[in-house]
């Protein structure tokens, strides 16, 4: 039977060129391989995490990209590894000039106000998503609990917002 999630994924697939899916947990890379296997020839899995290193674990996706390739959107919820994933990534920001992202900022304090400001650096208009995520601080009596924005979203053609 085709499910709604697999209609999905075709209608996604057929208007792009290249999708690059990074997941370092092995558990869940065999369920990547078969859910796009009918599409290897449009997606590429790379079993690594994203940051501003390379090493056995991680990558930058600016050696994952080839050089010259424009992107058009990068989606990421990567556990607080975001920044440095940007970082990892300033090649390929810069050289995709209808770049769009969502990014999410909840997972530390300060994220939204320092990916704002980093593409705000290079042109880009940002928004947050709407609301807030709520951290409650009960296990430790000496923090604050704390209202985070969600998520980024970044256009660098500001023109097709």
């Not at 607080?80 to 970082?87: D, K, N, T």
């Not at 390929?92 to 400001?117: F, G, M, R, W």
């Not at 995520?133 to 923090?143: G, L, N």
Request: proline share 4%; charged share 30%; aromatic share 14%.
């Amino acid at each position: 039977t085709i499910t709604k999630k697999a209609i999905t994924i075709n209608i996604i697939i057929d208007k792009v060129k290249k999708i690059y899916l990074f997941e370092p947990d092995a558990d869940w890379l065999e369920a990547l391989r078969y859910t796009f296997e009918p599409y290897k020839d449009k997606v590429v899995i790379v079993s690594k995490a994203l940051s501003d290193f390379e090493n056995e674990e991680y990558t930058k996706l600016d050696d994952a990209i080839p050089v010259n390739e424009q992107v058009d959107f990068i989606k990421m919820d990567i556990e607080g590894e975001e920044y440095h994933a940007i970082l990892g990534g300033t090649r390929v920001i810069d050289q995709s000039p209808e770049l769009k992202c969502a990014i999410c900022t909840y997972h530390q304090e300060l994220a939204y106000d320092i990916l704002k400001n980093w593409f705000n650096q290079r042109g880009f208009y940002t928004e947050p998503s709407r609301g807030y995520m709520w951290f409650d601080t009960e296990s430790d009596f000496y923090k604050v609990p704390v209202l985070r924005k969600g998520m980024i979203r970044c256009n660098k053609n500001i023109d097709s917002k």
